[in-house]
């Protein structure tokens, strides 16, 4: 009896079938091949209408994917779940990296001093008064962080790369997504009808749209309307800002850091909590995604790499990108959005017109 005690209980233990460790990447191949297939489609709207950028669409697939009543909700918010934060997490890193093959210190040089200077102000400006303004509108968690981040910085991209070292909330990083690519979109119609009225040469515009206008994509899509200068001017200055989101990453990495081991010395202090703190794990001075990037830098400064390389990692960075967008876009809700919409709104055309007014200051002083 007591053997056939011991058996039963082994028998009543052990794990069936539902209790089998889970695959993780089937469990994520849903999500990715929804995520794909959003950006198939954001590519086909954008060839059709080449002033739309892939990178917008695939942010406003994501939010309506998540949005459409029925099945498609449920497997969002679902099966598709583990997948589309995968691709808003972990391709979002990898899109980043490749996205330093676009910048070269030679071109940032070529600019002159002038220019670099400007765009230190600029963001420098954005950013601090963005955040401020933010946390003094009471907005909730990581969310003036994160939006100061893409309206300094490059959009969405920063936001993805900030939001990784800062741990934020799914929701603050979705949110801020959906904002500074509202935002970006508008600039695409907004800033050609000012060119003139403002008084400015096709590459004075061209300068002001990239130290302005937040996404890579976006840049290109209103700076093409005054000309192929113009154009390659927004896009270098444009990269400038982009060269900043290292040193940026390292801060926050170094701030989430400091706080942490500052609730650690507190807890330690108290008693015995403060043990399970200290050992947590501590978030990399610079997380390994930015290295890359910074490699990235060098190795297209260094001239090695042909063109048709080159390329063809530019068109690898925006289809990883759109497919994280189109992951963080789906994490958008909109109902809890409008619960704070208004004041998020409001920050976000608070610090566009702060961005707007102080790169076109800065590119009549220094033009």
């Not at 082994?10 to 539902?18: A, D, F, Q, T, V």
């Not at 954008?46 to 099945?71: E, S």
């Not at 995604?289 to 063809?312: E, S």
């Not at 608070?350 to 707007?356: E, K, L, N, P, T």
Request: net charge positive; with cysteine; charged share 15%.
């Amino acid at each position: 009896m007591a053997l056939l005690g011991e058996r039963t209980g082994r028998s009543l233990n052990r794990p069936g079938p539902s209790a089998a460790p889970p695959r993780r990447t089937p469990r994520k191949l849903p999500g990715l091949a929804l995520a794909a297939a959003g950006v198939a489609v954001a590519w086909a709207v954008h060839h059709l209408v080449p002033g739309v950028p892939m990178l917008t669409v695939a942010v406003v697939l994501g939010i309506a994917a998540a949005h459409v009543p029925g099945a498609a909700h449920a497997f969002v918010r679902g099966s598709g779940k583990a997948g589309l934060t995968f691709a808003g997490k972990r391709l979002m890193r990898v899109g980043v990296v490749l996205l330093g093959l676009k910048l070269s210190l030679d071109d940032v040089l070529g600019l002159g001093w002038a220019s670099v200077g400007m765009v230190l102000c600029v963001v420098a400006v954005t950013f601090l008064g963005t955040w401020w303004l933010g946390r003094r509108m009471g907005l909730r968690g990581d969310q003036p962080l994160l939006i100061a981040t893409g309206y300094s910085i490059c959009g969405a991209s920063a936001i993805g790369a900030v939001s990784e070292v800062s741990e934020s909330d799914e929701r603050d990083t979705a949110t801020s997504v959906a904002l500074v690519t509202l935002c970006g979109t508008l600039a695409i119609a907004v800033l050609p009808l000012l060119q003139h009225p403002l008084g400015l040469s096709d590459a004075e515009f061209g300068r002001w749209v990239g130290a302005s206008v937040h996404d890579v994509g976006q840049v290109v899509a209103t700076a093409q309307t005054a000309g192929a200068g113009a154009l390659g001017d927004a896009v270098l200055v444009k990269l400038m800002r982009v060269a900043l989101l290292a040193p940026l990453v390292a801060a926050v990495a170094l701030s989430v850091r400091a706080r942490r081991q500052g609730r650690g010395s507190a807890e330690g202090a108290a008693g015995a909590a403060g043990a399970g703190t200290a050992g947590a794990r501590r978030p990399p001075l610079v997380p390994l995604f930015v290295v890359g990037f910074l490699a990235m830098v060098a190795l297209r400064t260094t001239g090695w790499l042909p063109g048709g390389a080159i390329d063809a990692a530019g068109t690898v960075q925006e289809l990883l990108l759109a497919a994280a967008l189109f992951g963080l876009g789906s994490a958008v809700d909109l109902p809890s959005l409008t619960r704070t919409g208004g004041r998020v709104a409001a920050l976000g055309l608070v610090s566009w017109g702060v961005i707007a007014g102080i790169s076109y200051v800065g590119v009549v002083l220094t033009y």
